[in-house]
């Protein structure tokens, strides 16, 4: 096994992943890239080094990512720069001689998909498929972590969901699903070349499943109301949560980074159906059955999402 790249490893994901590889081999060869090398300088060793790299500066990923023959790219969260960011990332891989790439893209990719995120990640899969390198897509569905934590949890004190998601379906995915999945598929890389893979839960529901497990959950009635396009942006507008989205841009007193343009986008793409897609790749992937929505929201129904990394279980 050769040198594994982590690209945006001080995040929740690298971090997880890190975790995992490192769990399964105590001395693999690990490179965590990261914008902000001084949030994991503890325990680098020559075996598990950190460097700083930035999608945005190229020559930084080039030092980054020399010596590295797999490389998981996170993607970026910038909306109008990602796919030029992931281009920087891919002609590095290339320059550096990665051979294989574990990409994390979204559910639901494809050219009609309304959600601004999924046309981003359309762009660098088509992208990646003409890089010449061998890669895996790991397509994820919206983290039950978000459906409880950042949607539920509101209604609980309201007791009212509402959303622009009509009667649409979706399938959250735990966190620990995501990483257990792209963890597999950078330790047998070779096994995955070339799959794209739906990283789901095994429930397909929609937001009035949702609010009736999180009234079993919690305790209290939470009813769904779905609201239009347009109520819902002027909710966001009234809660002070910005049109467009900007990395600069201070986080909400839940610790998330939020602009009203992505979330309607991702709304209207459950309420079209985009996004009721329900696979078995995560137990293909691992061989193991993922987690529930509701085993999720009772582990997480005390936290703050900003809080549910440093509570992996």
């Given at each position: 096994m050769g040198r594994i790249v982590i690209s945006g490893a001080s995040g929740d994901l690298g971090h997880r992943v890190t975790d995992l590889l490192l769990a399964a081999?105590?001395?693999?060869?690990?490179?965590?890239?990261?914008?902000?090398?001084?949030?994991?300088?503890?325990?680098?060793?020559?075996?598990?080094?950190?460097?700083?790299?930035?999608?945005?500066?190229?020559?930084?990923?080039?030092?980054?990512?020399?010596?590295?023959?797999?490389?998981?790219?996170?993607?970026?969260?910038?909306?109008?720069?990602?796919?030029?960011?992931?281009?920087?990332?891919?002609?590095?891989?290339?320059?550096?001689?990665?051979?294989?790439i574990v990409y994390t893209s979204v559910g639901g990719v494809q050219p009609n998909n309304p959600a601004l995120s999924s046309r981003d990640h359309c762009q660098t899969e088509l992208d990646l498929r003409a890089s010449g390198l061998t890669y895996t897509i790991l397509r994820n569905s919206l983290y039950s972590e978000i459906v409880s934590n950042v949607l539920v949890a509101p209604g609980v004190e309201s007791g009212?969901?509402?959303?622009?998601?009509?009667?649409?379906?979706?399938?959250?995915?735990?966190?620990?699903?995501?990483a257990g999945s792209a963890a597999t598929c950078l330790l047998q890389n070779e096994r995955h070349a070339g799959a794209v893979y739906e990283i789901t839960g095994s429930e397909l529901l929609n937001f009035h499943d949702i609010a009736a497990i999180g009234t079993e959950v919690h305790g209290v009635p939470v009813k769904y109301a779905p609201v239009s396009v347009e109520e819902r942006l002027a909710f966001f507008d009234s809660v002070g949560i910005p049109r467009t989205y900007d990395p600069d841009m201070p986080p909400s007193a839940d610790g998330h980074m939020w602009a009203s343009d992505e979330l309607i986008s991702a709304e209207m793409a459950i309420s079209e159906?985009?996004?009721?897609?329900?696979?078995?790749?995560?137990?293909?992937?691992?061989?193991?059955?993922?987690?529930?929505?509701?085993?999720?929201?009772?582990?997480?129904?005390?936290?703050?999402?900003?809080?549910?990394?440093a509570h992996v279980s």
């Amino acid at each position: 096994m050769g040198r594994i790249v982590i690209s945006g490893a001080s995040g929740d994901l690298g971090h997880r992943v890190t975790d995992l590889l490192l769990a399964a081999d105590p001395d693999a060869e690990l490179t965590l890239v990261t914008r902000t090398p001084e949030k994991l300088r503890q325990g680098e060793t020559q075996r598990h080094r950190v460097c700083r790299g930035d999608y945005r500066d190229a020559a930084s990923l080039d030092a980054a990512y020399s010596g590295g023959e797999i490389l998981f790219l996170i993607s970026g969260l910038n909306l109008g720069r990602r796919v030029s960011e992931h281009r920087n990332a891919i002609s590095a891989a290339q320059r550096a001689g990665i051979r294989h790439i574990v990409y994390t893209s979204v559910g639901g990719v494809q050219p009609n998909n309304p959600a601004l995120s999924s046309r981003d990640h359309c762009q660098t899969e088509l992208d990646l498929r003409a890089s010449g390198l061998t890669y895996t897509i790991l397509r994820n569905s919206l983290y039950s972590e978000i459906v409880s934590n950042v949607l539920v949890a509101p209604g609980v004190e309201s007791g009212l969901l509402t959303q622009a998601t009509g009667d649409g379906f979706i399938a959250p995915v735990a966190k620990s699903d995501v990483a257990g999945s792209a963890a597999t598929c950078l330790l047998q890389n070779e096994r995955h070349a070339g799959a794209v893979y739906e990283i789901t839960g095994s429930e397909l529901l929609n937001f009035h499943d949702i609010a009736a497990i999180g009234t079993e959950v919690h305790g209290v009635p939470v009813k769904y109301a779905p609201v239009s396009v347009e109520e819902r942006l002027a909710f966001f507008d009234s809660v002070g949560i910005p049109r467009t989205y900007d990395p600069d841009m201070p986080p909400s007193a839940d610790g998330h980074m939020w602009a009203s343009d992505e979330l309607i986008s991702a709304e209207m793409a459950i309420s079209e159906g985009y996004q009721a897609i329900m696979s078995h790749h995560v137990k293909h992937i691992t061989g193991q059955e993922p987690a529930s929505l509701r085993s999720v929201m009772e582990r997480c129904k005390s936290l703050r999402y900003d809080e549910i990394g440093a509570h992996v279980s």
